[in-house]
Nanobody
Framework: QVQLVESGGGWVQAGGSLRLSCTAS????????MGWYRQAPGKQRELVAT???????NYADSVKGRFTISRDNAKNTVYLQMNSLKPEDTAVYYC???????????????WGQGTQVAVSS
């Protein structure tokens, strides 16, 4: 069974910073890609940033220049460094992972439980 465990959310004033972490565990052969999405109240879930196993990154326009996604392959962990936070960044942030599992070999895509980020003005 695969688990995606997120941490690092919380409350911060506008202009502040937070760092989110997401660690994948289980019968993992490789991580194909990982990413962060967010969902604000009354809105659809949206992409924030993704990173492939080759290190290629993709960001939503609204976070470019402020957020940085990175990964530690040895720890099966992806990070989201969020700087210059704005009230409109307030949302539940979800980790997403595209994995290759073993025993048996298969592709897996799943979500973490979400972590709340609240930014006050």
């Amino acid at each position: 069974q695969v688990q995606l465990v997120e941490s690092g959310g919380g409350w911060v004033q506008a202009g502040g910073s937070l760092r989110l972490s997401c660690t994948a565990s289980g019968s993992i052969f490789s991580i194909n890609a990982m990413g962060w999405y967010r969902q604000a109240p009354g809105k659809q879930r949206e992409l924030v940033a993704t990173i492939t196993n080759g290190g290629s990154t993709n960001y939503a326009d609204s976070v470019k220049g402020r957020f940085t996604i990175s990964r530690d392959n040895a720890k099966n962990t992806v990070y989201l460094q969020m700087n210059s936070l704005k009230p409109e960044d307030t949302a539940v942030y979800y980790c997403n992972a595209d994995l290759t599992l073993v025993k048996p070999t298969r592709r897996y895509a799943g979500w973490g439980q979400g972590t709340q980020v609240a930014v006050s003005s």
